[in-house]
């Protein structure tokens, strides 16, 4: 049986004590969890040390970086490597979000090589891809998601893509309050599925975990993982308030 997981990416929100009173409300109120059915939380950087003790002794929710440098170590301001994340016990990072791709000029190179790193640190992977809206009104997603999917992750072997779980975020439903019909995340889903498995094999793409982000929130996600590929949700804005992510928590639990 594949994990299902509900993320949290706080993207650029949230002051240090913000932080620690959104995690301390989610814990009080927290439904069990179990080995699969796990939560993750990405906040930037400097939460990261107090999310860590936060959650220390909680088995099933855990700490995420929302990025993570392509260099191991060296002249490269600003950055923050794997190795770091790591030795911080932190077990998982996102790479390859839309934005960072966009903003940030994140190529397809580049996320193989963060790929790379995280792996080598022991870090799970949240490997984010997802098509703009042009490509959606051409009828080209799953071609696109394919290549996407290929430059980044292809290179790995079976093992190694055991340590990645796939987000998919079409980019025109990210923060935009449109979300993908479930119908849409399911037929895309499955191709990603069908896709890894042309490449992997069909036992090890039966047993990645694929996240819908885009939107996502309290009222859709029940209707959106009860998609028999929908493994959870990568969840933005609705992960800012306890009570908008907890009943998200909840429709994962309920799959
Ligand atoms: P959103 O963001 O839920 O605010 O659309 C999702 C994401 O970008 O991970």
């Not at 934005?99 to 000029?105: A, K, L, M, P, V």
Request: hydrophobic letters at 40%; aromatic letters at 6%; charged letters at 20%.
């Amino acid at each position: 049986m594949r994990k299902k997981i509900v993320a949290a990416n706080w993207k650029m929100n949230l002051t240090i004590e913000e932080g620690k009173t959104l995690v301390e409300n989610l814990l009080n109120q927290l439904p069990e969890l179990n080995e699969s059915k796990q939560v993750v939380i990405a906040p930037s950087y400097v939460h990261l040390a107090q999310t860590t003790q936060l959650l220390d002794e909680y088995e099933h929710i855990h700490v995420a970086a929302q990025n993570v440098s392509s260099e191991a170590a060296g002249a490269f301001t600003g950055e923050v490597s794997a190795a770091m994340l790591r030795s911080a016990g932190v077990p998982y990072a996102i790479i390859g979000h839309s934005e960072r791709r966009q903003y940030f000029n994140e190529s397809d190179s580049m996320l193989a090589k963060k790929i790379d790193l995280a792996l080598a640190n022991n870090l799970r992977v949240i490997f984010c891809c997802g098509e703009p809206l042009e490509v959606r009104d051409a009828e080209r997603q799953n071609e696109y998601v394919a290549n996407q999917i290929a430059a980044a992750l292809y290179h790995l072997d079976a093992t190694q893509l055991q340590q990645i779980i796939v987000a998919y975020e079409p980019i025109w439903a990210i923060g935009t309050g449109r979300t993908a019909s479930s119908q849409q995340a399911q037929d895309m889903h499955a191709h990603i599925r069908h896709t890894l498995a042309g490449k992997y094999g069909a036992s090890v793409a039966d047993n990645m975990t694929i996240l819908y982000g885009g939107s996502c929130n309290d009222k859709n996600a029940p209707e959106l993982f009860a998609c028999p590929d929908v493994d959870g949700g990568l969840i933005g804005g609705a992960s800012l308030k306890a009570e908008t992510f907890l009943p998200i928590i909840q429709a994962m639990l309920a799959k």
